[in-house]
């Protein structure tokens, strides 16, 4: 009876330790990834001081300027299961951004844009094709970043889309499983580049550990555009000037998922031309995450949070434990056996 039950525990104790070993080794690298499946949205709100504005009026496009006003961005993510790569067990996934900025003074739509990614699922970065004879994990069409054409087909109307394929370097929808208290390359809509995210300490939001991190994008020029003279005080219908953007992006991430629970988007963009010397500032204002936003990230932490910690760190050293005294016992039980006196 006693060889028998120092066996067990013994079993017992190589299950245990086997388990500490691939739950860290084997299972999170299987779990910690994003989910194929995605749709999501996000909405961010606050305040310009300066906003362009494009409506149509009596079937006329009209730019305009406006003062102060209230905005309201919402942000789609859903996943697109149409390129070959978004398949069961695959590394990547292809999920696509839509971003609409509304003036809620009357919904008129401020700023819009589209782009698609294909990312690593586990460390959240934008995929770069391979150098080589490498195969590639992502076809050269999974990822794109949709545009205006620089002209309307017919006068008076909006510009045509035309998507432009591209990777998307740097992190994208969010920051790595474990993030570390480091700095971060991370995907800029407006400037289409990487740029760094600076660790800038940690703090509390709504009871979540949070690491903050700030994207500092100095003046770059992100387009050339023909807009109306009047548009930036210069004569004439039309005229050439380009488009600057600067801006500051602060993020609050859970550092265990990699989720982000708030962000706030400060930008100024303004026209530049050799028509008029003086910029005309066409944005300047603040979005925020807002309330019910970071109410669900938070959520989502609480629902995943405790699952990864488990398996890399709780799990493995319960086990470790368990695995311990198990083998302890077993080999206790059995050297005890061999030793005990023979009966005459």
Same mark, same amino acid.
């Given at each position: 009876?006693?060889?028998? #039950?120092?066996?067990?525990? /013994? ?5 245990? !330790? ?11 690298? @299987?779990?910690?990834? !994003? ?23 009596? &079937?006329?496009? !009209? ?9 309201? *961005? ?62 590639? +994990?992502?076809?050269? %069409?999974?990822?794109?970043? %949709? ?12 510009? @045509? ?44 939001? +709504? &009871? ?22 009047? /548009?930036?005080? *210069? ?18 991430? @859970? ?15 303004? #026209? ?20 019910? %936003? ?8 609480? @629902?995943?949070?405790?699952? #990864? ?10 086990? &470790? ?18 030793? *005990?006196?023979?009966?005459?």
């Amino acid at each position: 009876m006693r060889r028998a #039950l120092s066996l067990i525990f /013994l079993a017992l104790g190589v299950f245990a !330790v086997a388990g500490a070993v691939s739950l860290p080794t084997y299972v999170k690298p @299987e779990l910690a990834k !994003v989910p194929l499946n995605q749709d999501s949205t996000s909405v961010l709100e606050g305040t310009a001081s300066k906003v362009l504005a494009v409506k149509t009026v009596g &079937g006329k496009t !009209v730019t305009e300027i406006r003062d102060n006003a209230k905005l309201k *961005a919402t942000a789609h993510v859903v996943a697109n299961f149409a390129p070959p790569e978004m398949r069961e067990g695959t590394d990547v996934a292809v999920w696509l951004l839509a971003v609409s900025v509304v003036d809620t003074r009357d919904d008129t739509v401020v700023n819009a844009s589209k782009r698609q990614v294909c990312f690593d699922r586990r460390t959240a970065e934008g995929y770069l094709p391979p150098g080589g004879d490498q195969e590639a +994990k992502c076809s050269a %069409t999974s990822s794109f970043v %949709t545009k205006l054409k620089d002209k309307p087909e017919k006068e008076n109307q909006k510009p @045509e889309e035309i998507q432009e394929y591209k990777p998307q370097p740097g992190l994208n929808f969010k920051f790595p499983f474990g993030t570390e208290q480091k700095d971060y390359q991370v995907y800029d809509d407006n400037t289409g580049r990487a740029v760094q995210a600076r660790f800038k300490g940690v703090e509390e939001i +709504k &009871g979540v550990e949070v690491y903050k991190f700030v994207q500092e994008i100095p003046d770059t020029k992100v387009s050339m555009k023909k807009v109306p003279g009047s /548009l930036i005080g *210069a004569t004439g219908n039309s005229v050439e000037a380009g488009q600057f953007y600067r801006g500051t992006i602060t993020s609050w991430i @859970e550092p265990v998922t990699g989720i982000q629970v708030k962000q706030e988007q400060q930008s100024h963009q303004e #026209l530049r031309s050799a028509a008029n010397p003086t910029p005309t500032v066409v944005f300047d204002g603040t979005l925020t995450f807002t309330d019910a %936003t970071v109410d669900k990230m938070v959520q989502q932490v609480d @629902e995943n949070k405790g699952k #990864l910690d488990f398996i890399s760190s709780t799990g493995p050293v319960v086990l &470790g434990i368990l695995g311990a005294v198990f083998l302890a016992l077993g080999v206790f039980l059995l050297v005890k056996r061999r030793r *005990a006196p023979s009966r005459h």
